[in-house]
C-alpha cells in the first residue's frame, strides 16, 4: 500500500457515505488520509468523531470550507466571522490542521469591495486559528464562480493576498477543477511553494462535456486536466503533503460508493 501513503479522500467524494461508514472504507483501502466536509460529521460530537478517526489509524488532513466573507450587510458579514471562528475550533477537535477557505462573493457589489472584504475577514480570523494552531488556505476558484462563490481566480490573486497579509498561518490550496486552465499556473505554484504558502492540492478531472459546472467533476483520467504536469509543478514547488481527492459529481454519488472508491484507488495509481 505504499503508493497509497499520500492518497487522501475527501468526505464529499463519497458523499453518500455517514462519516464512520466513510472512515472504514478509506482504511480498509490502504487510504490514510481524509479531509472532511463540516456537514459529514453533522451532529456527531467532535471528541466522536476524533474517536472514529484514531480508531481506523486515519489522518485528518483539512476541514471544509470557512470562508463567504463578503455580503453588502455588515450583520451577516459578522455571522461570517462567528462561523468560521466556529469552524477553526471543529477542526482543531477532530484533529485537522488546516481549513480551507472558499473566499466567497456576492452578485450586489463589486469583485473589488468582495475582495477587501475577503482580506478583512481573513484579518479578523487569523487570531483565532493562530491561537488554536490551525492553517488557513485559500482556495481559488474557477472564474465561472465568481459572481457569488469566490472573488478570488487565480493562483496570482491567492498569493497576492496571502503574500499582502504575511502570516506563516496563511497559505493557498491548488485544486486543479479550479486552476488548470490558467497559463501561468507553473509560475505562481512555483511562487507559492518558495514562500512555503502552498498547504493542499486537490485532485480530480474536467469532463468535456460537462454537464453541471458544480455536480459533475471526474474521476481522475476522465476528463482533460494533465495532472502528472500539474502534480510535478506541485513537487517542484516542495509540497510533500497529501493529495486529496474532491469529487463533486451527481453521477459518481449515484453509484456503488464502494466500488467508486476502488475506481478512486485505481485511478490515483494510474493517472497520478
Same mark, same amino acid.
Given at each position: ?39 459529514? %460529521? ?9 474517536? *472514529? ?31 468560521? %471562528? ?13 481549513? !480551507? ?51 478570488? /481566480?487565480?493562483?496570482?490573486?491567492? /498569493? ?13 490550496? !491548488?485544486? !486543479? ?11 505562481? *505554484? ?39 504536469? *500539474?502534480?510535478?509543478? %506541485? ?9 486529496? !481527492? ?18 478512486? %484507488? ?7
Amino acid at each position: 500500500m505504499e503508493v497509497l501513503d499520500r492518497l487522501c479522500v475527501h468526505t464529499i467524494t463519497t458523499k453518500p457515505l455517514g462519516f464512520a461508514e466513510a472512515c472504514r472504507a478509506y482504511a480498509e483501502r490502504g487510504i490514510r488520509g481524509i479531509t472532511i466536509w463540516r456537514d459529514a %460529521v453533522g451532529e456527531i460530537p467532535r471528541d466522536e468523531a476524533w474517536d *472514529i478517526l484514531r480508531h481506523y489509524s486515519l489522518q485528518p488532513v483539512a476541514y471544509c470550507r470557512g470562508g463567504f466573507f463578503p455580503d453588502p450587510d455588515p450583520d451577516r458579514r459578522k455571522l461570517a466571522i462567528e462561523d468560521n %471562528v466556529k469552524m477553526i475550533d471543529e477542526a482543531a477537535a477532530v484533529g485537522a490542521p488546516l481549513l !480551507v477557505l472558499v473566499c466567497g462573493a456576492h452578485p450586489g457589489q463589486s469583485l473589488e469591495t468582495s475582495r477587501t472584504q475577503i482580506r478583512e475577514g481573513i484579518e479578523t480570523i487569523l487570531p483565532a486559528a493562530r491561537q488554536a494552531g490551525i492553517r488557513l488556505a485559500i482556495e481559488p476558484l474557477h472564474p465561472m464562480y465568481a459572481n457569488d462563490r469566490s472573488a478570488i /481566480n487565480t493562483m496570482k490573486q491567492a /498569493n497576492d493576498l496571502t503574500e499582502a497579509i504575511g502570516s506563516p498561518a496563511l497559505g493557498v490550496a !491548488v485544486d !486543479v477543477y479550479h486552476v488548470w486552465w490558467d497559463p501561468a499556473l507553473r509560475e505562481e *505554484i512555483l511562487r507559492c511553494g518558495m514562500n512555503g504558502h502552498l498547504f493542499a492540492f486537490h485532485l480530480c478531472d474536467w469532463l468535456t462535456p460537462t454537464s453541471h459546472f458544480l455536480l459533475d467533476r471526474g474521476l481522475m483520467g476522465e476528463g482533460c486536466i494533465d495532472l502528472p504536469q *500539474i502534480r510535478s509543478w %506541485v513537487e517542484e514547488a516542495g509540497f510533500d503533503g497529501f493529495h486529496e !481527492v474532491e469529487i463533486f459529481s451527481e453521477r459518481w454519488w449515484a453509484a456503488d460508493q464502494e466500488e467508486f472508491l476502488d475506481r478512486i %484507488v485505481e485511478a490515483y495509481q494510474q493517472y497520478c
